[in-house]
């Protein structure tokens, strides 16, 4: 077995490297760059779960339609739908907010969206990034 010299591993590795940077780069730019209307996404909740799509159930065992973990749904959602007026902000430090045992994620998104609670309520908590 040979092993191949030092120079030769250097232009492999920069090239990963380069590649990487600029992967992420590009995953930036359109995460800042494609935010949809937030009143078009929480109406979509809203309809979500008046047809039961989505429930207040954050784990829904033996459902092979939607899965068991709902509530990483329930997270991407709310995270979509809370407002913020920077753009960057949002696409790299989404708001969540939770109740103070940080679960129920589902119930909360509901509460936000579809019961309209008030953002600085008590019920309420505000968080910069789930503690999932």
Do not use: K
Request: charged share 25%; proline share 5%; glycine share 4%.
């Amino acid at each position: 077995m040979r092993i191949r010299p030092v120079h030769r591993l250097i232009l492999p590795l920069a090239r990963a490297i380069l590649f990487v940077i600029l992967g992420n780069v590009i995953f930036i730019a359109l995460i800042v760059g494609v935010q949809g209307d937030t009143a078009i996404v929480a109406q979509r909740i809203r309809s979500a779960f008046d047809t039961g799509e989505l429930g207040t159930s954050d784990y829904r065992r033996f459902d092979a339609r939607r899965g068991y973990f709902q509530h990483n749904d329930c997270l991407v959602l709310q995270m979509l739908v809370n407002r913020d007026p920077s753009r960057w902000r949002r696409a790299v430090v989404p708001t969540v907010y939770s109740n103070p045992t940080y679960n129920h994620w589902c119930e909360t998104l509901r509460e936000l969206v579809v019961e309209r609670i008030e953002e600085h309520s008590d019920v309420v908590l505000i968080d910069r990034a789930p503690r999932d």
